[in-house]
């Protein structure tokens, strides 16, 4: 199976930036949809940002237009830029891929499709 490690979370004020990586064991373009989710203390799991074999991708409502995901040119790595960070979007952060899909794979925010998780990185976001 595909093997996914996460990095790049850290501490960030309010209104800043970060760059999270998902670096993925094997060529994952045209064969694995990948979505980063986070999960906050005492909170569940939620979908926050996918993009599937054909470039599309997909955002939750709270993150448009600050979060944007994106892919490597050698097709091992997924990103999620974070810009304007809030509060809020402190938590621990995951990439998961689904596939291996032949005919390809639609984004999607959906947990439950997915087969292969990375371990996590923590971002915390405070003043």
């Known amino acids: 199976q595909v093997r996914l490690v996460e990095s790049g979370g850290s501490s960030v004020q309010p209104g800043g930036s970060l760059r999270l990586s998902c670096v993925a064991s094997?060529?994952?373009?045209?064969?694995?949809?990948v979505t980063w989710f986070r999960q906050a203390a005492g909170k569940e799991r939620e979908g926050i940002a996918g993009i599937g074999t054909d470039g599309g991708t997909k955002f939750k409502d709270s993150v448009k237009g600050r979060f944007t995901i994106s892919r490597d040119n050698a097709g091992h790595i997924v990103y999620l830029q974070m810009d304007d960070v809030q509060v809020s979007d402190t938590a621990m952060y995951y990439c998961?891929?689904?596939?291996?899909?032949?005919?390809?794979?639609?984004?999607?925010?959906?947990?439950?499709?997915?087969?292969?998780w990375g371990q996590g990185t923590q971002v915390t976001v405070s003043s």
């Open positions: 998961a891929a689904r596939g291996p899909w032949f005919g390809g794979c639609w984004a999607t925010l959906d947990s439950d499709l997915f087969d292969h």
């Open positions: 094997e060529y994952i373009q045209t064969q694995y949809c």
